[in-house]
């Protein structure tokens, strides 16, 4: 079983999501010219439907297993200068 931690910043403060993926995940890594500083893109499936989750280049996003062992480091994020 796989998780995706999120960590990312909120007006000013740091907030760190957790969703469980189950046992298969598909990661998209998106092209550089795409809007909104979108680098990535989780899918998963929840009860028969597909779920997206975002991930930006100021966000620190990792897949882990449930016992929190990272799997894979999406991205380690870049503060709002290095972003752009």
Known sequence: MYALKLITERNGRSV?????????????????D?????????????NGNLINHDIKKTDQAYITTLA?????????????????
């Open 34 to 46: 795409v809007a909104d500083n979108v680098i990535a893109r989780v899918e998963h499936s929840h």
């Open 68 to 84: 929190g062992d990272t799997v894979r480091t999406v991205c380690r994020g870049r503060s709002v200068s290095q972003a752009a």
């Open 16 to 32: 760190e999501e957790s969703w469980i993926l189950g046992d298969m995940y598909r990661l998209e890594f998106c092209p550089k």
